[in-house]
């Protein structure tokens, strides 16, 4: 399980970037990666934990959850 912060979201396409904790780079977040998760959407600095797998050579976020690890 990976943890970062939402560097940016756009509800209208589900496209966003999350800014990972451990060297700060940056990984998509994908149309449809909130699906079955709680959020409808996420805002700029808000802090989320996920699941990090391969979409056409792209690391991309899945599994989406709120808060920090172990919180």
């Known amino acids: 399980m990976a943890q970062g912060v939402v560097k940016s979201y756009d509800p209208n396409t589900g496209n966003g970037i999350v800014i990972l904790d451990t060297d700060k780079t940056e990984v998509f977040l994908a149309p449809g990666s909130l699906k079955g998760s709680i959020f409808r959407t996420l805002r700029q600095g808000q802090r989320v934990n ?15 959850r709120i808060g920090q690890d172990k919180y």
């Open 50 to 64: 996920f699941d990090i797998e391969q979409r056409d050579e792209i690391p991309t976020i899945v599994n989406i």
